[in-house]
């Protein structure tokens, strides 16, 4: 999203595949009732800065990007942090880093013109290399999403009225730019939100990208590497500052919108939805009820959602939610059965069920 909503949203923490559904009549984030068990955060690193950038391999490795140009990762489990920042990067803004093992790693930092960059390093960090640095004075980078070591994504805000999409077939060392043709017309204001790297997924060799800022909310779909799309309308309350933030898939065919609007944190009506046929529709929830700027699937039926003013968790699939912590986190990641989460004040955490 441009910068002036960017800078916003860190101040407060070819056709039509189908129309939006109408919001079910689901119950949304539920009170923690004493007694009942819940999956808790644990603490592994505070401090200053804020990471909305997060990678989680493993249930020992993790990485972190940041403001500051910073970047960390952990080899063992959360116990200790190496500060591995890319050199003179110190005026980068980094909101997105996909890793694949505990060397290999690619980070985006966003802005306008050249603030859009994407560094990669293969060796933990000791060495970055600056793959891409955007020239466009209207592109303006959100989000990246890898389908393997290899291959991946990455996608700005429209440029002449279409979202541009990057793609790489080299673990992040070389990126070209895909025909716009591919890509529907976007809706005026419709943009990406650079909230937790999110608003690009990937799942098996399908692409999902995220919007809002238009007339309605949408959900971009690509089965050929990001060369063509098609999109669906969703529910979620779309706005300049509002929309779809997240987007997350246990398998291709189910998945889960969640969003809301980051002036306005606490309250987030059907700002949630889910897809049971791999994005062609989405029906509207209620969900947590406040702005969620990540999500990710444990398992699946188990869902996390987190936010400036907490975390959520589904036990079905999406469709309800239950509060289980109150603390600020703007991304979330699982993998192998182990899930992260990252945000303001240097917060990391582990889950603990």
Do not use: K
Not at 38 to 54: A, C, D, E, I, M
């Amino acid at each position: 999203m441009r910068l002036r909503n960017v800078l916003a949203a860190t101040a407060v923490a070819a056709g039509v595949l189908a129309t939006a559904v109408p919001a079910a009549a689901q119950p949304g984030a539920q009170p923690r009732h004493p007694g009942q068990h819940q999956p808790s955060w644990r603490l592994v690193h505070t401090g200053g800065g804020q990471f909305r950038g997060l990678a989680a391999v493993s249930s020992r490795v993790a990485w972190v990007a940041g403001v500051g140009g910073v970047v960390m990762r952990t080899t063992d489990g959360g116990r200790d942090w190496q500060t591995v920042s890319p050199p003179n990067a110190a005026e980068l803004e980094f909101r997105d880093i996909e890793a694949t093992d505990a060397y290999h790693a690619v980070a985006l930092s966003i802005g306008p013109g050249e603030a859009s960059r994407i560094l990669v390093t293969d060796d933990g960090g000791a060495h970055w290399t600056t793959a891409f640095r955007n020239t466009d004075p209207d592109a303006f980078y959100d989000c990246t999403a890898f389908y393997d070591r290899w291959h991946g994504l990455a996608m700005s805000d429209p440029v002449d009225g279409r979202f541009r999409i990057l793609s790489t077939a080299d673990g992040g060392h070389h990126w070209r730019l895909l025909p716009a043709a591919g890509m529907p017309p976007a809706q005026t204001g419709e943009a990406g939100f650079a909230a937790s790297g999110t608003c690009l997924v990937t799942i098996g060799r399908t692409a999902f990208l995220a919007s809002g800022g238009g007339t309605v909310s949408r959900v971009y779909r690509s089965d050929d590497l990001g060369r063509h799309w098609r999109y669906a309308g969703t529910s979620v309350p779309s706005s300049a500052s509002a929309g779809i933030f997240s987007l997350a898939f246990h398998d291709p065919r189910h998945g889960v919108a969640v969003g809301g609007d980051f002036a306005n944190p606490d309250a987030a009506p059907n700002a949630e939805a889910i897809t049971a046929d791999g994005g062609r529709s989405w029906t509207g929830v209620d969900g947590p009820g406040q702005y969620r700027s990540g999500a990710a699937f444990l398992n699946r039926h188990t869902v996390l959602a987190v936010g400036p003013t907490g975390s959520d968790v589904s036990t079905d699939g999406g469709r309800s939610w239950t509060r289980f912590d109150d603390g600020s986190f703007d991304a979330v990641q699982c993998a192998h059965g182990s899930c992260w989460a990252s945000g303001v004040d240097g917060r990391i955490a582990v889950l603990d069920r």
